[in-house]
């Protein structure tokens, strides 16, 4: 479960798969209806020079397809207008900054604004749902992550499943921790277990139909600790009832709670990958250890990607995955999202990506059914 914490490098394939095999169906398709007007040789045209234009109008005829296969997306009239990226979480949150980092670079590839819209609520059930009562082909694009078609379906009745979206490209990688309130004076998991003898352990989250809350609470039980959820909106809001202390401990991103690591807010007891983290060694953490090292039988990592509706048009499905590749190997991008602590997915295709959301719709349902959620 769960990918490596490694920061790995900005090397990134091109969509493959039904997409570019579609392109090139209709290619070869429009090609085979625009053959080139036969002109007859002349009478007294010798037979080297006929082969030799055999072998021209051949390569060119092979060579046709492959060119209509790569323009596909750059030829549909797509977008029409302003784009909006819908984003399930508040305006400043992790999701937010990175959606307002690609858009401020797909902007310029698309020739049009690019705008973020925050939805947050629900578990990501508010974006989506407003979302999908678009018709195929908007303007409008889906950015998505864990909780929205890990978790929320199994605490909600929603409208949607996973079979009404299209997955376009990846973005990054999300690697979390367990962090306690610095004022306990907790430095690892055992001394959290021994303070919690005899109490309910507050954990921070976004509430039920999120995985924050999903994960924390499996956590807890796993530990053998009787919890209860302080609910709030996103990590900015877990981090703030950690340090005020309306909770003990809350499931945090490990980049969104490096300052309040840095300036001794919060202690960090283990990572929720497969890898331990010593991102933290400056300020005096040289190695956090995963959970599974600790014995708690829990690894989780999540990633965020970009979907469009079920039913869009594969030109447009290509032309968006082209675009956003381009801002993904911009080193600009590349700069500043590294800059804010991020880190890109190594693989952002389609088939890698679908691989991974199907694997965390997997392991929260394990979650849930163990905790009898």
Not at 12 to 21: C, F, P
Not at 29 to 36: L, N, P
Not at 111 to 116: L, P
Request: aromatic fraction near 8%; glycine fraction near 8%.
């Amino acid at each position: 479960m769960g990918m490596h914490n490694k920061k790995e490098g900005f090397t990134m394939k091109k969509l493959t798969g039904l997409v570019v095999a579609a392109a090139m169906v209709v290619s070869l398709t429009a090609c085979a209806g625009k053959s080139a007007p036969e002109t007859a040789a002349p009478a007294k045209e010798t037979t080297k020079e006929a082969a030799t234009e055999a072998a021209k109008e051949t390569a060119q005829s092979q060579a046709q397809p492959e060119t209509s296969a790569e323009t596909m997306g750059e030829s549909v009239k797509w977008p029409t207008g302003t784009v909006s990226i819908f984003v399930p979480g508040k305006a400043g949150a992790n999701l937010d900054t990175k959606a307002r980092l690609v858009a401020k670079y797909l902007g310029p590839e698309l020739g049009v604004d690019v705008v973020v819209e925050n939805r947050p609520g629900a578990g990501g059930i508010t974006a989506c749902t407003e979302y999908l009562t678009e018709e195929p082909n908007t303007n409008n694009i889906q950015y998505m992550a864990a909780s929205n078609l890990a978790v929320a379906p199994i605490y909600n009745d929603c409208e949607f499943t996973a079979d009404d979206f299209v997955t376009v490209a990846g973005l990054d990688s999300v690697e979390n921790g367990l962090f306690v309130d610095a004022k306990l004076g907790i430095k690892t998991v055992d001394e959290l277990k021994e303070y919690a003898q005899g109490k309910v352990i507050r954990f921070a989250s976004a509430g039920v139909g999120n995985d924050s809350f999903l994960v924390s609470k499996i956590v807890m039980e796993e530990m053998g600790l009787a919890s209860d959820s302080v609910n709030g909106d996103g990590f900015g809001d877990a981090l703030v009832n950690v340090m005020n202390g309306s909770a003990e401990v809350c499931y945090c991103a490990l980049n969104q709670a490096s300052q309040y690591v840095e300036d001794g807010s919060i202690v960090p007891l283990a990572v929720y990958g497969q890898e331990a983290y010593n991102g933290y060694a400056a300020y005096g953490f040289d190695q956090v250890p995963t959970l599974m090292d600790l014995g708690i039988d829990v690894s989780y990592s999540t990633i965020t990607w970009f979907s469009l509706r079920a039913g869009t048009d594969e030109a447009v499905v290509e032309k968006l995955a082209s675009s956003l590749q381009k801002v993904y190997d911009n080193p600009e991008f590349q700069a500043e999202f590294t800059e804010a602590g991020f880190v890109m997915l190594p693989d952002v295709s389609t088939e890698a990506v679908s691989a991974r959301v199907t694997s965390m719709i997997d392991d929260c349902a394990a979650f849930a059914d163990k905790i009898g959620g």
